[in-house]
């Protein structure tokens, strides 16, 4: 869509219609709202601005991004929005040529521009990296990593910082809007360059003094952080004033140095319902236009509510249990706890890496320390985990949530990793519960496990229906029923697939005999070996992948014990990426479904 011979007029006619567009789809599909509304008219300044098929556009995070996907040919697709075999709700390349990088994790754009714009500098090309990057996502230290080189470097690239919850500086009205258009004007900066040339030539004494007068001047406006680190600040702009933000980008675009645009935005804007800083209108499935309620509502309660429900009994007993969240509070259901407990518990922001060292200290310091970080997360803090944590065999609990496949959200979120980058790490004992009796025992035995622990459950619901289980002892599963002819095992959430397609087995007078692993580190050696006795054809049900999973740890028993093992057929992930779309679907097309493992089993006898 070519928007360069718009007029304003036209512009804010075409913001309304994608705003329309994005309602009307999300509403059916679900995917992120709020930001994406609040991001339309920076969007559509971009496009205006710069140039689409040349200048990287870079997205941080890429769940705002959605009128990016409407103005670069995905008008008619947009139906598809995380549908399985329909457009991604982040950019992505393999869907569209003007997506520069595949995106969904949080305070990378900034270093893909650094990257972006050495090369473009190497090729001497006239080209120029956009950045669009949330007030939220420059809570995490890999920013600042890229903006202290590229204020050293001075590579032109431009970033929009979108501040749609939280003021980095207060606005002062229209002389804020004037002073900070006026900083970036070729004036100022004209007037800038001579006072430097001026100070150089200054004595001394003169030139102390006139730098802290310049000092001072500075730190009365906004935007000194970035001026500080050697980018031009313009801003605080309004965001949804096109004409101003058109105007400024055409500004940045010309100063051929980096420049951070700051400019604030309404989260939800044009849905009133939503507007302002709802963290459950950040991400909302299926719901009602007019009403702004869902559509449906699980009748299952989720392992995340269960977890919540628990830990918040478990800290009522125990004033020594502590948390921490990455910027996921309600995601990860430590909502409760740092409402109720604001001295205990923590949400870091977009901060990973330090969410796992500092509970580090507090678990050093005597106390009982939980991460709540979902799986696809906690890959951001690995280092952290082994040096922090696992190095110094200090008892932080790592409570796991969106472990395996968590459907629309897609590659960028699958928990698919966490029990292969984990299990080769010492000291480190890792579980999973598979309903939701298991889970409250897992989190009771964790409270004086002294030692790294991590626990692993899914998103939503428990695939198994609750029943009682045995309370946990390190390293000791649980053989659930034994009277069949061959042996599955199921860790965490693959119990329920191993329960669901014993049952269709059952039912074709195949006998089947199910053990609950509970633990992958360590293994129950005792119990694997017996069974190896008795079983001549094993098979393995697990969320996770198959390099490094569940089945290569038992194959590993066996090899170290010298024993030659079963006939050993995993169901976990293959070695790929896990599309987007409805969980159902997505388990289909990976031939995770009841009937298909069935046969898959009939087929390996």
Known sequence: MNIKDYNNSELQDLAQKIRERILDVVSQNGGHLSSTLGAVELIIGMHYVFDVKKDPFIFDVSHQAYAHKLLTDRWDSFDTLRQFDGISGYTNPKESPYDYYKAGHSSTSISIAVGAAKAIKLKGEDRIPVVMIGDGSMSAGMVYEALNELGERKYPVVIILNDNEMSIAKPIGAISRYLSRGMAGPLY??????????????????????????????????????????????????????????????????????????????????????????????????????????????TNKSATKIFSETMLKLAKKDPKIVGVTAAMPGGTGLSPLLEIYPDRFWDVAIAEQHAVTSMGALAKEGFKPYCAIYSTFLQRGYDQVIHDIALMNLGVTFAIDRAGIVGEDGETHQGA???????????????????????????????????????????????????EVPEYEIGKSHLIKGDGDILFIGYGNGVGRALKCAEILENENIKISILDLRFVKPLDKEMLLSLAKDYEDWFVFSDGTKIGGVASAIEELFKSEDISSPKITTFEFEDRFIPHGKTSLVEQSMGLTPQQLANRVKISL
């Open 189 to 298: 900066q004209k007037l800038k360059k001579r006072t430097e040339s001026m100070l150089e030539m200054l004595p001394e004494s003169a030139t102390y003094m006139a730098k802290k007068f310049e000092e001072s001047f500075r730190l009365i406006t906004p935007g000194v952080l970035f001026e500080e680190l050697g980018l031009e600040y313009i801003g605080p702009i309004d965001g949804h004033d096109l004409e101003s933000v058109i105007d400024t980008l055409e500004l940045a675009k010309n100063m051929g140095k980096p420049v951070i645009i700051h400019a604030q935005t309404v989260k939800g804007k044009g849905y009133e319902i939503a507007e302002g800083p709802l963290e459950h209108w950040h991400g909302v499935g299926a719901f009602d236009k007019q009403t702004g309620k869902p559509l449906s509502k699980s």
């Open 417 to 467: 990793f966490d029990i292969s980058y984990l299990r080769l790490i010492p000291n480190m004992t890792l579980m999973a519960p598979f309903n939701e009796d298991s889970l409250i025992k897992a989190l009771e035995f964790s409270v004086d496990f002294p030692t790294p622990l991590a626990i692993r459950y899914p998103r939503g619901a428990f695939i198994s229906d609750n029943f």
